[in-house]
Each structure stands twice: as structure tokens, then as C-alpha cells.
């Protein structure tokens, strides 16, 4: 049965010239519905989420947080958050996950990604940590470094995709050899637990009928 929400994700997915591809041609079409068909389904995983409580104020309240989720098939997956997608990311990180080991993930009904730093400080803001653990669906897998500079190829994607608020596709890699690489945007609401807890909720299309949950968490322990 067609997933009314993906559906709607795909019919809002703007063009970005002849950079972009299809995601419905081409041999790319397969990753990129598997991708569409998984990404959207995050609930539930790991202790964060008792940690956070019940959000006390949201962040932003006329407009939404942009996030990307992107990756070369064979590489790893990384995760930029814009507060405006025409700008730089605010954060960017590239997440200890290929990308297949991502779409196992979110092959399950319920998965949540979340980040975790353990910091002796609490001067910074939560997102200008830079070490992170990183969990999804509870299971650990590793640590990640939040990047000071993008490098080539985020730099590439952000750009290609300035004129994009929310949809899914394949970008052609930098080189020939790189291959293709699968993205997913999407807008998200943003709160704050505390000021050690942040969390993005993916808002779904309005009028999409059993509406999916997309969450990323935030948390600085200490």
C-alpha cells in the first residue's frame, strides 16, 4: 500500500536543476524509495529521551529548522540542521553509520537518532559541542566530531540544494567516481528541554493522513 505521506514528500520536492536527478528514473530510483520509504519512522530508543522530559519552550516559533540526511551509497551518512536553507549550516556532523547500516535502521517502525556529549563545560550552547555519541534505535555506534569547516562534498550538497525546503533525490557525485549521492530534507520543528537538551521533530505534511515521526535528539550529560 503507497504511503500517502511519502507520497506528498515526493510531489513537494523541489527541482534543482540538471545537477538533481529523478528520484523515480534511473538505477538510483530503488535507494532513493527505499530511503523515503524508511527515513520518515522515529520513535523511540534510547535513554535520552527519559533524560529530556517534556520540551518547555519551543525555539522557533514563524519558521521551521531545515535538516538534511545525506551520503554516498558506499559512505557514510552525515547530518546538517539550517535554520535557513539558504544560509550555512549551524550544524553538521558526519554520523559513524554507512549508509547501509542507516537503512537497516530505519527499516524498523520506530527509530530515533540521537546524540549524545559527555562535556566538562556548560558555557557552549548544546549544537557547538564537538564530540558526540551517537545512538540509533538505543544501539550504539560510535563517535562522531561536529565539523569546524564542511568539507568539499557538504559544501557541494548545501549548494545544490539552496533552492530545496523539503523533499528526497540523488545528487551526481563531484567525480565519476563517486557515484550518487541520496539525500532526504525535510522541516523541523525545534524545543528545548533544558539548556542541555535539544530536539528536532519533523513536521509532516498538512493533510498527510497517518503522519510519521522523524526525530533527532540532543543531550549534553555530565
Known amino acids: 500500500m503507497e504511503n500517502p ?24 530510483s ?10 520518515p519512522m522515529l520513535t523511540s530508543g534510547c535513554k535520552m529521551v527519559a533524560l529530556l ?9 514563524d519558521h521551521a529548522t ?16 539550517q535554520e535557513d536553507p539558504h544560509r550555512l549550516p549551524v ?5 559513524p553509520m ?15 537518532l540521537s546524540l549524545e556529549s559527555e562535556t566538562t563545560s556548560r558555557k557552549k550552547k548544546v549544537l557547538e559541542e564537538f564530540v558526540w555519541a551517537v545512538y540509533c534505535n538505543g544501539r550504539k555506534y560510535g563517535y562522531s566530531i ?17 533552492g530545496v525546503s523539503m523533499g528526497a533525490g540523488v545528487l551526481p557525485g563531484l567525480s565519476a567516481m563517486d557515484g550518487e549521492l ?15 537538551s535539544e530536539a528536532f521533530h519533523m513536521i509532516n505534511l498538512e493533510g498527510a493522513e497517518n503522519g510519521q515521526e522523524l526525530s533527532i535528539f540532543f543531550l549534553r550529560l555530565h
Open 66 to 81: 531545515t535538516g538534511t540526511l545525506f551520503g554516498y551509497r558506499r559512505g557514510k551518512v552525515s547530518l546538517a540542521i
Open 30 to 39: 530503488g535507494g532513493i524509495f527505499r530511503m523515503l520509504k524508511l527515513l
Open 182 to 196: 541520496t539525500y532526504m530534507r525535510a522541516r523541523f520543528g525545534r524545543v528545548a528541554g533544558s539548556k542541555d
Open 91 to 95: 550544524f553538521v556532523i558526519e554520523l
Open 98 to 112: 554507512n549508509s547501509s547500516a542507516f537503512q537497516r535502521e530505519m527499516a524498523s517502525d520506530t527509530v530515533r
Open 5 to 28: 505521506t511519502l507520497i506528498s514528500l515526493l510531489q513537494h520536492t523541489t527541482r534543482t536543476g540538471k545537477r538533481s536527478k529523478s528520484s523515480g528514473s534511473g538505477s538510483g
Open 53 to 61: 522530559g517534556r520540551p518547555r519552550r519551543p525555539l522557533l516559533t
Open 146 to 162: 561536529r565539523r569546524k569547516e564542511m568539507t568539499d562534498d557538504e559544501v557541494y550538497v548545501m549548494q545544490s540544494l539552496r
